[in-house]
């Protein structure tokens, strides 16, 4: 009698990491978790953070050159302490994280509404790999940026 619902239950716990992964994968790079802190209070067009990691699955060096979105004016690499990043090389088996710690993608002039948990299109541009096309979430979470100036 409580075989069906032990089943069911053991069946969601085992799609449940499943369900919450967030990954983009090509032939040679895999991007997790692509995100954005909650924008809620914000008006466009306003800037913010795009953070990710991405990893090197193949066997050579590719470099992530720059991105774009429909919602924004520009995409730039930036670093924390010394500003514009002109790109980020990432070698093969590498992993390399983008975060308010060191470089991350500013995305400048914003213009679109988005709440937690909506998702934005972004593109990044590779040397190697080309145009890959991401969706970012946007988290329950207040980022506390870097100065954007």
Same mark, same amino acid.
């Given at each position: 009698? %409580?075989?069906?619902?032990?089943?069911?239950?053991?069946?969601?716990?085992?799609?449940?990491?499943?369900?919450?992964?967030? =990954?983009? @994968? @090509?032939?040679?790079?895999? #991007?997790?978790?692509?995100?954005? &802190?909650?924008?809620?209070?914000?008006?466009?067009? %306003?800037?913010?953070?795009?953070?990710?990691?991405? =990893?090197? @699955?193949?066997?050579?060096?590719?470099?992530? @050159? &720059?991105? *774009?979105?429909?919602?924004?004016?520009? #995409? +730039?690499?930036?670093?924390? *302490? *010394?500003?514009?990043?002109? +790109? /980020?090389? #990432?070698?093969?088996?590498? !992993? /390399?994280?983008? *975060?308010?710690?060191? /470089?991350?993608? !500013?995305?400048?002039?914003?213009?679109?509404?988005?709440?937690?948990?909506?998702?934005?299109?972004?593109?990044?541009?590779?040397?190697?790999?080309?145009?890959?096309?991401? +969706?970012?979430?946007? +988290?329950?979470? /207040?980022?506390?940026?870097?100065?954007?100036?």
């Amino acid at each position: 009698m %409580f075989r069906p619902a032990l089943l069911a239950a053991a069946v969601l716990l085992a799609l449940a990491p499943a369900a919450d992964a967030h =990954r983009i @994968t @090509t032939k040679t790079l895999q #991007i997790d978790h692509p995100w954005a &802190g909650d924008m809620t209070d914000a008006k466009p067009p %306003f800037d913010l953070a795009v953070l990710m990691v991405i =990893r090197n @699955t193949g066997k050579s060096v590719d470099v992530l @050159t &720059g991105a *774009s979105s429909p919602h924004a004016q520009r #995409i +730039e690499l930036r670093h924390v *302490s *010394s500003g514009p990043h002109k +790109e /980020v090389e #990432i070698k093969p088996g590498a !992993r /390399v994280e983008l *975060s308010t710690k060191n /470089v991350y993608l !500013r995305v400048i002039g914003f213009n679109k509404v988005v709440d937690a948990y909506d998702y934005f299109p972004v593109t990044l541009n590779f040397k190697r790999a080309g145009a890959v096309k991401i +969706e970012v979430q946007v +988290e329950d979470v /207040v980022l506390e940026l870097p100065n954007l100036n």
